[in-house]
């Protein structure tokens, strides 16, 4: 007589050892990639991006978005995570929330799903993401998902906090200038890498290097933060560096 109940759950034991792994290397430059690595074997994704979200509840807006890691190639077709979220990630009340994007037109559009935890003000968002054409996340994957969920975010949470202690570390010299001679080493590193940026870009990664949000940045260029995080995002692509962090690695000749 066969039996008829369903086969146990066997624990992939590759998942302990790169878990274990991915916990080792919080701060660390491939912290991203190894979060790829250990989520592609257990649910397929083309890429991964997490970030940390600072909310203004007053305002019902999202105050900063600081991305902490990204990984995997770029996917075409898929949405910008801000505007369809936020209403969701301000209403939630539990730790934890899946939120999926589903394509109206799978193969022109991508499929994601991003997992959010929250703690007061700050949320932790992981956005994976599959090309446009395959198959949309099964209920098996999202429980999959939510499963390594409990773990990935805190993880996020961590590695973010690393960064942070980095940045200051690696800027504790920047900080020590005063404006013009910071300006003055600034234009040095920009001629040693023969990278050219505008003034508004220069003025932007200035101001991020002494401590200033891209918020405040608008504010004294007299800019809208879209128009700031778009010179940000110019310049950073000029570096190769990805973030404040990058940049005061760059800055400190890291």
């Not at 074997?41 to 600072?54: C, D, G, H, M, Y």
């Not at 990204?70 to 301000?90: E, N, Y």
Request: aromatic share 4%.
């Amino acid at each position: 007589m066969h039996s008829t109940a369903a086969p146990q759950y066997r624990p992939d034991p590759e998942l302990y050892l790169r878990l274990g792994e991915l916990i080792a290397s919080s701060g660390a430059h491939d912290f991203a990639e190894r979060m790829l690595r250990l989520v592609d074997a257990q649910v397929p994704i083309n890429r991964l991006e997490f970030s940390e979200w600072t909310l203004d509840p007053g305002q019902a807006s999202v105050s900063q978005v600081k991305a902490l890691g990204s990984a995997g190639s770029p996917v075409a077709g898929r949405d910008s995570p801000r505007s369809p979220l936020l209403p969701s990630i301000m209403r939630m009340d539990d730790p934890l929330l899946i939120k999926l994007k589903t394509p109206l037109h799978t193969r022109h559009t991508a499929h994601q799903c991003h997992l959010v935890s929250r703690s007061g003000d700050r949320r932790w968002v992981i956005c994976v993401q599959r090309l446009p054409g395959q198959q949309a996340f099964s209920l098996a994957e999202l429980s999959q998902l939510k499963t390594l969920s409990d773990t990935l975010l805190p993880l996020v949470e961590h590695h973010g906090q690393w960064l942070a202690h980095s940045v200051a570390d690696q800027g504790s010299q920047v900080a020590d200038l005063d404006a013009g001679s910071l300006r003055r080493a600034f234009a040095e590193r920009l001629a040693q890498h023969a990278v050219k940026l505008s003034l508004r870009e220069q003025e932007i990664c200035l101001g991020l290097l002494t401590g200033a949000t891209v918020p405040e940045m608008a504010q004294r260029l007299s800019v809208k933060n879209s128009s700031a995080e778009t010179y940000l995002k110019r310049a950073t692509a000029k570096l190769g560096v990805s973030g404040r962090h990058g940049l005061a690695k760059w800055m400190a000749g890291a």
